[in-house]
């Protein structure tokens, strides 16, 4: 091991080969064995990326790349006998181009970076994730990320033009196309979204920016049941069109834990509603007429709504934000928590939310409930929180979960988080045997290595 060490040092540097305490005294609350391999390599160009890849591919050692650490399926997991690649060095924007509208940026910058970049300019990426602090366009990228405006703009593949790879021997693949139109030969960036880092790592991504609404409105819905949130949503598409932004589900348990938290301060609206939904629309110039104030009129004349809050301030915009984005507060309330990210048809949410519920409540008692989730994108979550205890029957919930949603025809164990280690013994409930073998087909033709210790 002293030699792969002294080879990454010299590719790389001493001061970016960590070791021991200093990688695994690093946390992630979303991955907690993400530091386990002890070793650590930050390098801080493609070149160097492929430098590595290919002493580990001759080695015979597995990669674990690492973005921001925020994925939710155990996808960042890494062994002892490992080497961890952390994009934290490159992360930098490389190009914001307002006329094109596209932006450049290197694996590692974060979400929110570019955000702060695509702002100067009045434009914005497409995708939006609440974990944008630290999760990176080189992660989202690799899991295909999804968030709260997917309905409006698609997933990170709907938004990403090209981008630039490093095969698990060290090949440099540029596919940095920056053309709304390229059909020159094979889409070969596809190979990259979504694949969770096996077929190799990305280093460099050229993404579609959008213009910025000048403003954006919001409001926190209370209606009576799911059923007349579907209504809702369907005439929210009809009548507000490419204006709607966002439109997300919360069910009162997941309301009532997020909006308890310290510094909440006054609920939007009380509990005592069946559902509770967080409408999003946008303004694009001063003085432009409201969208969503007039849509929640009609919709309250049509017995859709129970109850409204229209955010007047930036303070009440994020409170109704953190409402349905602060998934965190079921983590900290409980020793032992597990999330899920099933996608359904609409009309399935609801029954097999109810479903769910009861046979979570008869199988295991002692553990609570949580339920949200991207209503617009028929993509709902569910946390379950309890004691310390329900760790050891972890795998039994999570088959009682995704037997009950296999039940239902065109369900996916996984929306927008990936596989990762987490779903790895579950993706034959989603994904029949001919669709597995070609990709670990792929995975081999391409060299394989990387992420392979524990993902499928
Ligand atoms: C509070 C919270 C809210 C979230 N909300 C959403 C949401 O709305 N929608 C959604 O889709 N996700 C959501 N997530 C999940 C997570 O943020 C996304 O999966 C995100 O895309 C992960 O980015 P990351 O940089 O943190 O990647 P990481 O967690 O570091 O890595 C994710 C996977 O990609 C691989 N990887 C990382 N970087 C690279 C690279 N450069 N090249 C190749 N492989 C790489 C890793 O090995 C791992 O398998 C949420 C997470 C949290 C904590």
Not at 81 to 94: A, D, K, T, V
Not at 138 to 166: H, K, Q
Request: proline letters at 4%.
């Amino acid at each position: 091991m002293q030699i792969m060490i002294d080879q990454l040092e010299g590719i790389v540097g001493k001061a970016h080969v960590l070791q021991g305490a200093e990688v695994t005294d690093r946390h992630s609350p979303y991955s907690p064995d993400a530091y386990d391999a002890g070793l650590l390599v930050r390098p801080g160009s493609a070149e160097e990326v492929a430098a590595i890849c290919a002493l580990a591919h001759r080695s015979g050692v597995s990669l674990v790349p690492h973005g921001g650490v925020t994925g939710l399926v155990e996808g960042t997991a890494s062994e002892s006998g490992n080497i961890i690649l952390g994009f934290e060095r490159m992360n930098r924007i490389l190009r914001v181009d307002p006329e094109q509208m596209i932006l450049v940026a290197e694996a590692g910058a974060s979400l929110e970076s570019v955000i702060a970049a695509a702002a100067d300019v009045r434009m914005m990426p497409g995708v939006d994730i609440p974990s944008r602090g630290s999760a990176t366009l080189g992660g989202m990228t690799s899991t295909n990320a999804g968030g709260v405006r997917v309905l409006r703009y698609g997933m990170m593949r709907e938004n990403i033009l090209g981008l630039e790879a490093v095969l698990p021997d060290g090949t440099v693949l540029s596919s940095l196309n920056t053309l709304m139109k390229n059909n020159a030969g094979f889409d070969l960036k596809q190979l990259f979204i979504g694949s969770e880092g096996r077929l190799g790592l990305v280093t460099k991504v050229a993404i579609k920016l959008h213009p910025k609404p000048i403003q954006e409105e919001t409001a926190l819905v209370a209606t009576d049941s799911f059923e007349t949130l579907i209504r809702l949503l369907s005439r929210a598409r009809q009548e507000i069109g490419a204006d709607l932004l966002s439109f997300e589900a919360v069910w009162p348990e997941y309301y009532d834990i997020t909006t308890s938290q310290p510094g909440f301060g006054a609920r939007p609206l009380a509990l005592g509603s069946g559902i509770f939904a967080v409408i999003e629309t946008a303004q694009w110039s001063e003085g432009e007429e409201s969208r969503l104030e007039p849509f929640l009129e009609r919709a309250f004349e049509a017995g859709l709504l129970e109850d409204a809050a229209l955010a007047k301030s930036d303070s009440e915009r994020q409170a109704i934000w953190r409402a349905r984005e602060d998934s965190d507060a079921v983590l900290q309330a409980f020793p032992f928590s597990l999330s899920f990210d099933i996608g359904f048809e609409l009309k399935d949410m609801s029954p097999f939310a109810e479903e769910l519920r009861a046979k979570l409540t008869e199988a295991h008692p002692e553990l609570e409930q949580f339920f949200f989730g991207h209503m617009g994108d028929g993509n709902l979550h569910i946390m379950v929180g309890g004691p310390e205890g329900k760790r050891d029957e972890r795998h039994k919930i999570e088959a009682l979960i995704y037997e009950t949603a296999g039940q239902y025809r065109g369900s996916t164990i996984s929306a927008e988080h990936g596989i990762g280690f987490e779903k790895k013994a579950f993706l034959g409930t989603s994904r029949s045997e001919a669709e597995i073998a070609l990709m670990q087909k792929l995975i081999l033709t391409l060299g394989g290595g990387i992420n392979d210790g524990k993902v499928v």
